[in-house]
């Protein structure tokens, strides 16, 4: 049994307390009283910088780059785009005009359209008859001419103007022509004279037959020479286009380009003669307008010439 005071080996054994322990331990005891209150706070300040710090380090998100899947759908934004007011001022529709717009008027001088001047265009007739129109109409009661007065024509716009038109019912007692052959009376005589003593007796002489009738093609017609702004003669019934003839036979004798030879020979014999009772004739070869037909005419020329093609 081991003494009191010697020390067992293997037993540690405590070392002596310093004789001013106790003031050590109650001086150490007074700093952490005295240093409690500076550091509770300690923690939570610290924690609070730390938290700041882990902020401020982390990397701020990436964009999301669009999606290049064109079959999905983009997704709504977070907060509905509010559509732009209008504004309460709007700019009124247009309206049409009250008036509608007036094409601008082309100068006197360029107008296409318009006609040329011709005397002839302001007769009109007067409250008696002229003595040169009574002459007239008695000749072609003379001829065996019969015929239908008819009211004057006159047309300001274009120009067009017979003081003293007829109607042609036959060129003689046996001669009968087309109806609505309205001419003035110079022309309806030219024409019942020519029937008489030039186209009857080259029918007798060519078929042995008589001149039955002539077809005409046009007479007065209110309108330009074909392609020009001249009158024609026909707006003055100034002329006559025949188309045909018939004989007592029952033969037609059609004007043509190309007719058989005995109906080309007894066309082109009125065809000439008819060059100096008229003074314009024309037909096939003339041109295309007068292909089908002759075009007889009296349009007065310088020194009563004449132009026959």
């Known amino acids: 049994m081991p003494r009191l005071g010697v020390p067992v080996p293997g037993i540690p054994v405590p070392q002596p307390r310093p004789a001013n322990a106790p003031e050590a331990d109650a001086a150490k005891t007074q700093e952490q009283k005295t240093e409690a209150p500076k550091t509770a706070g300690a923690p939570d ?14 990397p701020e998100p990436p964009t999301p780059e669009p999606s290049t899947d064109t079959e999905s759908e983009p997704e709504p934004p977070a907060v509905v785009p509010t559509p732009t007011q209008k504004p309460d001022i709007t700019e009124p529709e247009a309206q049409p005009p009250a008036v509608a717009p007036q094409p601008s008027q082309k100068p006197a001088d360029a107008d296409d359209e318009k006609m040329l001047p011709d005397p002839r265009s ?14 007239c109409r008695e000749r072609l ?9 008819h009211k004057a024509e006159s047309n300001p716009e274009i120009g067009c103007s017979i003081p003293y038109p007829l109607v042609l019912k036959s060129l003689g007692k046996s001669v009968a022509i087309g109806s609505g052959t309205e001419l003035n009376c110079k022309m309806a005589e030219a024409t019942a004279r020519f029937a ?9 002489a060519e078929f042995g037959a008589d001149l039955r009738s002539i077809g005409q093609a046009s007479a007065f017609v209110c309108r330009p020479r074909n392609g020009t702004r001249k009158l024609s003669e026909h707006a003055f019934g100034n002329a006559l286009d025949i188309a ?3 004989l007592s036979d029952g ?17 082109d014999a009125v065809r000439k003669a008819a060059c100096g ?3 314009t004739v024309l037909g096939p070869g003339a041109d295309a307008d007068h292909s089908l037909h002759f075009h007889l005419d009296l349009e007065p020329r310088r020194h009563g010439g004449t132009f026959c093609q």
Do not use: C, H, W, Y
């Open 45 to 58: 300040r610290v924690g609070e910088e730390k938290s700041r710090q882990k902020k401020q380090a982390l």
């Open 141 to 149: 009661k003379t001829l065996g001419v019969e015929f239908e007065e």
């Open 277 to 279: 009772p008229f003074k």
């Open 244 to 246: 045909s003839f018939t």
């Open 122 to 135: 302001t007769d009109l007739p007067e409250e008696k008859m002229p003595a040169e129109e009574v002459a």
């Open 251 to 267: 033969r037609k004798i059609d004007v043509g380009p190309a007719p058989p030879e005995k109906d080309a020979k007894f066309l």
């Open 196 to 204: 008489a003593n030039v186209i009857q007796p080259a029918a007798k």
